[in-house]
């Protein structure tokens, strides 16, 4: 917008000028001898450290594929079985969406921007404090993200803190989320056996038992490594159980550079890439072939502290690194990006997130996670902060995308005759034609003359944001779930979330 | 910082993980196919269209090298003599600053950050207002950046709007920058006779007639393109008397796409990358071999209004893709990036930094201009901004820098013996050995935990950055001139600028 406290969206319609799906890669910080090398030293890790403590199925299919188990129980993975494992790999990933509009492509260089951090707080624009996250949060930020057109899919930002018992905040944290956007969602499970309830609901919101796998608008997986360099016990059986559903699993590795893995970047990342494998390794081995998104987050401590710090330089650069890694593979990528330190929705918050979504996305990221609504290293999360990164990714987008160059576009006669006209564009047919598609406006970020913005009162962003999300959410409730099928969810399965807070509130 | 309103440097001494010059170039937005696409249609632009109102000495230059004029006096530049010029070019182009440990390396892709902007206007971070800019300002932005080791040299932000006579103003510019830092300073004038005196000035300052040139410690030049395509004549006239100076000269060309460039950013690119050659070609074809550094500043309105508008993607990815295209000629390339539309140092105002600093920078700028403190769209600047993008330009940097890969950094051993012994880091050799060397830490951004956050006092990096703004602003007086070069200044020149201003302030 270009001043005053309103939300009105002024962008004109018309054929958007970013989407989902973009294509990165321009953007490469390693170069294709460190690739190698960097490969090289993975293979060695997987073959002669090995990754501790895999669960029984994994274990005795990997001794059947040739693998052989050290002594801590280490798994330990011949080179060659993990070279013929990534040749032979699924390419074709799509996290499909109830609205096919919202389909994502996860394959190449394709770029998508989702949420995801599970944080326990919300920050509260008003009071600058933070409160305890509750299961309406989840619907919420799910609606918010319904709306907003750079976040292209929905994973838990919050964690439902009200709800102590963690089969029921499964349950429910996916109730919610699909309850408030036709976009994808992706989910995650404490145990396997929580998949099972959940997927039963989802089949009854596709139309009857069996139809959700048919076009499978969630996917679910798990941080099944523990850094460095074991395999968690509970996430592993909820990345196998999640294959049932049909759609491509998630699985992260997040070892923390100084702490929980090496300091020297180079080997945080040799480190990440080789947890990731293993865990891609892990459903591969078990379910060969099923699609998989393959999280290799590098994390780094602050080394002054020990304390994680998302927001810095060394977590931006590892992530690209990491995507270009992954996606050297020919394997789904994703990272966390879009981390900040800060508690506030402030200049630390924005350069923070600008940064590190930038990089990966650039890198070609199939899945940027974190990439909005996050603040104080992923404990927090705010209505207005994704607001606002929903119009940082509008750029990011926009630079992703980068510069077509056509015969029209290079402008050799649109040139000529402004010159041997007026002297000025405005007026040229070509700027009429390209306005619509070739800039992305922001909704909330300022753009007007310092004159205007004093005779405004001098509003900031997060202003506009407040005013803009507080519109979103009075106003947004998608009737993502039939009322009769809701219904029968409630008859059958204990929903936390009360069915007037699906509404819009009455007029007082 | 980890919290806390004190502006202590907790950062760890020792060899500093970012510096000057790092090597760009990992990002590269534009295909190859691309690139001689888009100088194809350069080539065409300066031959079939040509740049009006050269110059005379240009005018003599050129039609005795080959070109031709054409009507509406437009000077057309055969694509040979473009290309015979490029392959000629100067390669080996360095900014000397006084102290030689601030020498900047504007070669090949090497890394550059410095201000810029001339904004009119001071933003007070207590007011939220903006009042007008003074030559005191010029000083101490000048003695802030002397201290704020992401920012590589130092240009005038600000105008000292009280001092209406030109010729004095450019005067105490160069004055007042010099005295503040001493780092390499890149100089403006509004009259090319405006120079004689201040090469005096710097004379005396280097030593005594002469001595100036030996090791130049500033450079100047000029904005000489009107766009599209005409030869402004006071900035052309300047850009030759600066070639006086023995330092390089700095020419820049901006155009704005929708207004004075065309609405495609390729045509914007095309019109731009061809207005620098002109820029460029003034110097080379008038001073042959003089180094000169390539501002192609393609600049963005927001279609809705037509107003300039820095902050968006659009801008960002024409910038670096004017980086790669400068760069490919061999050229050495700066751009204006750091620029927000924001008037508040908020969120905005980082994500839009943080966006295109990092673009222009992994592209391998060799100056990114506007890098640090502006607000605006580059109407006003900032003490507080100045300090929090100096953090940001250390994570922009340590991105940049990438990542090294060696045996030792692979740590291949590292995480053996890690795996091996308590699975932890921390503790390892090749932790204490990278923590000051591998990391960059920020001074003002807030890595705190969000309950020792809450217990400070719920602090933001505005405060933060206030506070160590103050304390440099409070005690660094570089002593950049002798008292009794000072004194012979003061004797010849009319210096506004107050001795006692130059001081700490008596404790009172």
Redesign the interface.
């Known amino acids: 917008m270009?001043g005053g406290g309103e939300s009105v969206d002024?962008r004109?319609a018309g054929e958007p000028a970013a989407k989902a799906g973009l294509i990165g890669g321009?953007?490469?910080?390693?170069a294709d001898a460190?690739v190698k090398?960097?490969h090289e030293?993975v293979l060695?890790?997987l073959d002669?450290?090995g990754v501790a403590d895999p669960i029984p199925v994994l274990r005795e299919r990997a001794l059947a594929r040739g693998c052989r188990i050290d002594r801590g129980n280490r798994l330990c993975y011949p080179p060659a079985l993990v070279e013929d494992a990534i040749a032979g790999a699924r390419r074709d990933i799509v996290c499909y969406a109830r609205d096919p509009r919202h389909d994502l492509d996860m394959s190449g260089t394709h770029v998508n921007f989702y949420g995801g951090g599970e944080a326990v707080?919300m920050f509260d624009f008003r009071t600058?404090?933070?409160r305890p996250s509750t299961l309406t949060d989840t619907y919420d930020l799910a609606r918010l993200s319904d709306r907003l057109e750079h976040i292209h899919g929905y994973s838990r930002l919050t964690i439902p803190t009200e709800i102590a018992d963690q089969r029921v905040a499964d349950i429910n944290i996916a109730y919610a989320s699909v309850a408030g956007t036709v976009k994808h969602v992706s989910l995650s499970f404490a145990q396997a056996e929580h998949i099972g309830p959940v997927q039963a609901m989802l089949d009854l919101i596709a139309g009857g038992e069996g139809h959700f796998r048919k076009r499978p608008f969630c996917h679910a997986g798990g941080c099944c490594i523990i850094s460095?360099?074991?395999y968690a016990r509970d996430n592993s059986e909820v990345c196998i159980a999640a294959t049932r559903l049909g759609a491509p699993v998630w699985v992260i590795a997040a070892p923390q550079?100084?702490?929980?893995?090496?300091?020297?970047?180079?080997?945080?990342?040799?480190?990440c890439v080789a947890e990731a494998l293993a865990a891609w390794l892990l459903v591969e081995l078990v379910a060969p072939g099923h699609p998989v998104i393959v999280g290799a987050w590098p994390f780094?401590a602050?080394?002054?502290?020990?304390?994680f710090?998302g927001?810095?330089?060394?977590t931006?650069?590892?992530n690209?690194?990491a995507v270009q890694m992954i996606n050297s593979y020919g394997l789904a990528s994703s990272v966390g990006a879009g981390m900040s330190?800060?508690?506030?929705?402030?200049?630390?918050?924005?350069?923070?997130?600008?940064?590190s979504v930038?990089?990966a996305a650039?890198a070609g990221c199939n899945g940027v996670s974190e990439a909005s609504g996050m603040l104080?290293?992923l404990?927090?999360c705010s209505f207005e902060?994704m607001v606002?990164d929903n119009?940082?990714l509008?750029?990011?987008?926009?630079?992703v995308?980068?510069?077509?160059?056509?015969d029209?576009?290079?402008?050799?006669e649109?040139?000529?005759a402004?010159?041997e006209g007026d002297?000025?564009?405005?007026r040229?047919p070509?700027?009429r034609?390209?306005?619509r598609s070739?800039?992305?406006?922001?909704h909330v970020?300022?753009?007007?003359?310092?004159l205007q913005?004093?005779q405004e009162g001098?509003p900031?962003?997060?202003e506009h944001a407040h005013a803009r999300a507080a519109e979103i959410l009075s106003t947004h409730y998608p009737a993502c779930i039939e009322p009769s099928v809701d219904r029968k969810i409630r008859e059958r399965f204990s929903i936390e979330l009360a069915a007037e807070r699906m509404r819009p509130s009455p007029p007082r």
């Open positions: 270009t002024r004109p321009a953007y490469r910080p390693l460190d090398r960097i030293t060695d890790v002669r450290i707080t600058r404090a933070y460095p360099l074991r550079a100084g702490t929980t893995g090496p300091a020297a970047l180079a080997g945080t990342l040799v480190l780094v602050d080394l002054r502290t020990g304390s710090a927001g810095g330089g060394e931006a650069v590892l690209a690194a330190d800060s508690k506030l929705i402030d200049n630390q918050a924005g350069y923070e997130k600008g940064l930038a990089l650039l104080a290293s404990m927090g902060a606002i119009d940082m509008g750029c990011v987008q926009r630079a995308r980068g510069i077509e160059v056509t029209e576009t290079l402008s050799f649109t040139i000529r402004a010159v002297g000025h564009f405005l040229q070509q700027t034609r390209l306005m070739e800039y992305v406006y922001p970020a300022d753009r007007s003359a310092r913005w004093e001098s900031g962003i997060l």
